[in-house]
């Protein structure tokens, strides 16, 4: 069985960044689109970022582009997301996710199997 295992969010002023980290293992690297999503307080899920089943392509929700990375080290069965130039709008609950459905690799919540527990960032001065 697939399991994830975030860390590394935290308090961080506006402007200052957070790498989050996500453990995965029970998968074969190659098998399943892995996303991270967020969800603000009162708010429906959010995705953030996808990377599809080969670990090439990479797509971002247009809140985050060009201020998230999503990185994936398959040898060590590890998601990255490091967020730089945050906003009190990136406030919320990251989870990151897995899928093995056939067409995976979108920002839909409703697409993802597995999910991990999630990490708080929040941003405030």
């Known amino acids: 069985e697939v399991q994830l295992v975030e860390s590394g969010g935290g308090l961080v002023q506006p402007g200052g960044s957070l790498r989050l980290s996500c453990a995965a293992s029970g998968y074969t690297s190659s098998s399943l689109c892995m996303a991270w999503f967020r969800q603000a307080p009162g708010k429906e899920r959010e995705g953030v970022a996808v990377?599809?089943?080969?670990?090439?392509?990479?797509v971002y929700a247009d809140s985050v582009k060009g201020r998230f990375t999503f990185a994936q080290d398959k040898a060590k069965n590890m998601l990255y997301l490091r967020m730089e130039s945050l906003e009190p709008e990136d406030i919320g609950m990251y989870s990151c996710a897995a899928s093995s459905a056939v067409y995976c690799f979108k920002l839909v919540p409703a697409v993802f199997y597995y999910w991990g527990r999630g990490t708080q960032v929040t941003v405030s001065a």
């Open positions: 990377i599809d089943r080969g670990g090439v392509r990479t």
